[in-house]
């Protein structure tokens, strides 16, 4: 006998967060639960990961344990909203939030397609929905599919290839209805505090500065930029003549640092503290990982520096940066074949010690109220 499944579409009231992380809910009266559940990817053989989901009114904290690692996921569906927080030896080593305006959100669904096919999964009754998201319709993407308690709760997923293969699904293994605590849903409130990140850590050696502090202003021809250095701490404030902010606080010598970003209708924080592979959040945030003499001078400000190109081989975008003997960009060039790149000048500088209280944004772009958060 084979089975037809027919599929309604309904409206979306409102975009939510991507369904792979907190769970997708139809509205906004599902009740108090804790689920376990298990995810399999086709294409990964190292095993399936155990899936933890516990919901509190509108708030859900996703819980997933793997081999290779353990993340942690606090959403809010109606709110587009998620946090997500990696573990290594169970500290929290990474974390990042971000928020979207729904119509800029490039994986919002934009329909829901109601079916026939109720299935039984872990003794729970749902049936199937397809969540159609924004996409390139000469690029088809992935197909994506919830399955719903009578109640809103979401008990199994799967994610299809545009040839209708399996990517990876979600089932149930066991289901309780019963009150979830306000404080098991809400992400600690160490989280969204710099010093949180920019902590020595416990690998540190005493560092012996070889260079000097020092407060710099670049201007380009759409934006400026307040550079600190104490090392081997730097911050770099970018902010935009479209009111976009940029800020990147990273040590050049760990896997530390932390990055703040907003423009219209859209914002995000990412921060890292872990001792596993030193110096690689520059590559991350800073777009240098190289150091190649160019062979040429310049004299900015009455100071000499050399051009070093920071991105060697790259061949879509870049970095190249004249530099004094003690490491100042007097010159920024962020080269792109899109033709979007900018050049910065530097059109202040002072060496003057910097404490680590001004390596930090301004408290108010991560205080959790202004995403909306209330945290424990």
């Not at 399936?48 to 290779?68: A, I, M, P």
């Not at 329909?111 to 026939?116: F, G, H, I, L, T």
């Not at 545009?162 to 019963?178: A, D, F, G, H, W």
């Not at 500065?209 to 021809?221: H, K, M, Q, Y």
Request: proline content about 5%; hydrophobic content about 35%; some cysteine.
């Amino acid at each position: 006998m084979i089975r037809v499944t027919i599929f309604f579409a309904i409206a979306v009231c409102a975009g939510p967060a991507h369904a792979d992380q907190v769970p997708f809910f139809a509205g906004p009266d599902a009740p108090d639960y804790t689920a376990k559940m298990i995810e399999h990817d086709t294409y990964n053989d190292k095993g399936g990961r155990q899936r933890l989901v516990q919901h509190h009114n509108g708030l859900t904290r996703v819980e997933e344990k793997s081999e290779e690692n353990d993340v942690v996921y606090y959403g809010h569906f109606f709110k587009n909203l998620v946090l997500s927080a990696s573990k290594e030896d169970g500290e929290i080593v990474r974390f990042a939030v971000s928020q979207v305006e729904p119509s800029q959100d490039h994986h919002r669904i934009r329909e829901v397609r109601e079916s026939n096919d109720v299935e039984l999964v872990g003794g729970e009754k749902c049936r199937w929905r397809e969540l159609v998201r924004r996409r390139n319709d000469d690029n088809p993407e992935s197909l994506w599919f919830t399955c719903l308690t009578d109640d809103g709760i979401e008990i199994a997923t799967k994610v299809l290839f545009s040839s209708r293969e399996v990517m990876s699904e979600t089932r149930l293994i066991e289901l309780r209805r019963e009150p979830v605590p306000d404080e098991a849903v809400r992400p600690p409130t160490q989280l969204f505090q710099a010093s949180t990140w920019l902590k020595r850590l416990p690998s540190y050696d005493d560092y012996t500065p070889n260079v000097g502090d020092f407060e710099a202003r670049l201007v380009g021809n759409r934006s400026q930029e307040r550079l600190l250095r104490h090392y081997p701490w730097w911050l770099r404030q970018r902010d935009g003549k479209d009111g976009s902010i940029r800020v990147t606080v990273w040590n050049e010598l760990e896997e530390q640092g932390l990055y703040y970003s907003a423009s219209s209708g859209e914002r995000r924080f990412e921060a890292v503290r872990s001792m596993r592979n030193p110096g690689s959040f520059l590559k991350s945030f800073h777009d240098a990982y190289g150091m190649m003499d160019m062979g040429k001078r310049d004299l900015i400000l009455g100071e000499d520096c050399a051009w070093f190109d920071r991105t060697p081989n790259s061949a879509d975008a870049g970095l190249r940066q004249c530099l004094t003997s003690d490491g100042i960009p007097l010159l920024d060039e962020h080269w792109s074949g899109w033709g979007v790149g900018e050049t910065f000048k530097i059109v202040a500088l002072t060496r003057r010690p910097v404490s680590m209280d001004e390596m930090q944004p301004p408290r108010d772009y991560l205080d959790p109220a202004a995403w909306g958060l209330v945290v424990k």
